[in-house]
């Protein structure tokens, strides 16, 4: 395997962690993946680093008797040393969702963390 390989490869693991209830329910656990200056943009608007971490615990697929992320399509390409963009779709019950991140390795110990993301909803019926 080579370096951009495994660079990809650690985001996508990332990025499937994220979408974990028990990962979306600790703010520890969940602080550790968003990079301290991540940004989303989503139908809610900005989140912050910090709103998120406050957040994440009570948006959806984060209960662990709730629905949970179905991801599918995941793919990636580093654009530049440590820093990986990927994309892929999700399902939360019959929410189908397009999304987009940005990931980078920080420095040390930091590993790879998630720098932005966006989520676009895809209606019903489009393909």
Do not use: C
């Not at 939360?92 to 040390?108: A, F, M, N, P, V």
């Amino acid at each position: 395997m080579d370096r951009a390989t495994d660079d990809v490869n650690q985001a996508i693991a990332g990025e499937l962690l994220l979408m974990d209830p028990d990962v979306r329910a600790s703010r520890e656990r969940a602080g550790r993946l968003l990079d301290p200056e991540f940004v989303e943009v989503g139908g809610s608007g900005r989140r912050t680093y910090e709103s998120m971490l406050t957040e994440l615990a009570g948006l959806a697929g984060s209960a662990e008797d709730g629905p949970r992320y179905e991801p599918s399509e995941i793919s990636g390409v580093l654009l530049a040393p440590g820093l990986v963009h990927l994309t892929f779709e999700t399902m939360l019950g019959e929410r189908r969702t397009r999304h987009s991140s940005i990931w980078r390795k920080g420095e040390g110990a930091a590993g790879w963390r998630m720098y932005y993301h966006q989520a676009t909803r895809v209606p019903a019926g489009v393909g």
